[in-house]
């Protein structure tokens, strides 16, 4: 049977509208999951966020606005974007009631830095408010296309996806990444300018992948990423 996949939406620039790129849902469809979007409420969340973990098999947090720097206790740079604290507080919550409960989480993008906030860790605001030599992690270009490489590190469930390959050709549309690690999160891969790239649990439960594998096409192998993520899922 198809195992539920949560999957997070974003909201539009009045914070009126919910939305969600197909390619999402396309992806946990062609795994073999159910994609159920999980709305956020303006209040009653303890509930709510409760009855999605119980109805749920796996969780998505998918990609889009900067989480609040509040967050991890810093003051917001100029280089940071829009907000959506609403959106903050529930995916936090709903990721540590999913660790609790042993549920897979898999975080794309915003939903990657959004564990690793969940999980204590922090976030570089901008990359251009940072010294140092970044490449473009911002790409203009088709967005199926892979425009930059990065090292998988040897040992990990990501090596093991995509072995033998030790390097990987990915998209990117980011500004921002992982700093501080949250409790438990081991790198699994960095950019050639050390931007940490993904990130996965001991347990193997929780991955995050800062690129955008929904967007790519079936011959980059991305699809195995969905695969094991609905089969972890339906094992639950
Ligand atoms: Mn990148």
């Known amino acids: ?39 956020f409420p303006d209040n009653n969340k303890g509930t709510i966020i409760n009855r999605y973990i119980d109805n749920i098999d796996g969780l998505l947090l998918s990609g889009g606005i900067d989480p609040d720097p509040l967050l ?38 915003r939903g990657c ?16 408010g940072e010294n140092g030599d970044f490449i473009k992690h911002r790409q203009e270009a088709p967005h199926w296309y892979p425009t930059h490489t990065i090292k998988i590190e040897n040992n990990t469930i990501l090596a093991k996806i995509f ?34 790239e993904a990130f996965e649990d001991s347990t193997g439960l929780i991955m995050g992948v800062q690129w955008h594998p929904e967007r790519m096409k079936k011959e980059s192998g991305m699809h195995k990423l969905f695969a094991r993520f609905v089969a972890l899922s339906e094992s639950q």
């Not at 830095?113 to 251009?128: E, P, R, T």
């Open 1 to 39: 049977m198809r195992p539920i996949i949560g999957i997070t939406p974003a909201r539009n620039k009045d914070y009126s509208t919910y939305q969600l790129q197909k390619n999402y849902v396309d992806a946990v469809f062609n795994a073999g999951g159910l994609p159920q979007i999980l709305p």
């Open 72 to 109: 991890w206790g810093e003051q917001p740079i100029p280089g940071m974007g829009r907000i959506d604290p609403l959106r903050d507080n529930f995916e936090i919550e709903l990721i540590k009631l999913a660790k609790d409960v042993g549920l897979p989480i898999l975080g794309i993008c």
């Open 113 to 128: 830095q959004l564990i690793n906030v969940a999980l204590g860790g922090s976030i570089i605001q901008d990359f251009s």
């Open 163 to 196: 072995a033998p390959d030790q390097k990987i050709k990915v998209n990117s549309f980011h500004h921002q990444g992982v700093k501080k690690p949250g409790k438990g999160l081991i790198i699994s891969s960095r950019a050639e300018d050390d931007v940490i």
